[in-house]
């Protein structure tokens, strides 16, 4: 395996914490979730978006995310940091895994969610989705679904395929 910084990507409510935590630990590597660095950094999300509005919110997640990146391990990405050219740029030096899930899968996980992006529901999110998925993709190294198997599943068997990966 190399030590490359491993970026989990994709839309919200695909596991990228979930399955990025199991994967760290599996690897003995450090993890980061960027979402819940900015919180503790800058305050709760919700409140960052209705203070500064998306592009503020996106400048402080731009520099959280090309930190942390640097910084190396397992980094899970909130699922619009990708919009950014110089996070996309800085993903170059990464393995990048796109986590992808069913909208039926999501829809389930954040029936309870309230985050900024989501105001009409699972309609919002097939809409984001939809939009960033060209971008996703274009930055993937490696892809996987996490609407069936268990997020333990998941991150066993994605572990043993980043290992397998020549340094």
């Known amino acids: 395996m190399n030590d490359r910084t491993i970026a989990l990507i994709g839309p919200m409510g695909a596991g990228k914490t979930s399955v990025g935590r199991r994967v760290a630990k599996r690897l003995g590597r450090r993890f980061v979730d960027t979402d819940a660095a900015i919180a503790v ?90 939009e960033r998925e060209p971008v996703y993709r274009a930055l993937a190294d490696v892809v996987v679904d996490t609407s069936r198997l268990p997020m333990t599943r998941i991150a066993e068997e994605l572990a043993v395929q980043l290992q397998e990966e020549p340094a």
Do not use: K, M, N
Not at 89 to 102: E, N, R
């Open 41 to 130: 950094e800058h305050g709760p999300i919700p409140e960052l978006f209705a203070s500064l509005g998306e592009p503020g919110f996106r400048g402080i997640e731009r520099e959280v995310v090309q930190r942390e990146l640097r910084a190396g391990g397992v980094v899970s990405l909130g699922g619009g940091a990708v919009l950014d050219a110089s996070t996309r740029a800085a993903l170059a030096d990464c393995t990048v895994v796109l986590l992808t899930v069913s909208d039926a899968a999501v829809a389930q996980r954040l029936a309870s969610d309230r985050r900024p992006l989501l105001t009409d529901g699972i309609d919002s999110w097939r809409r984001i989705a939809a």
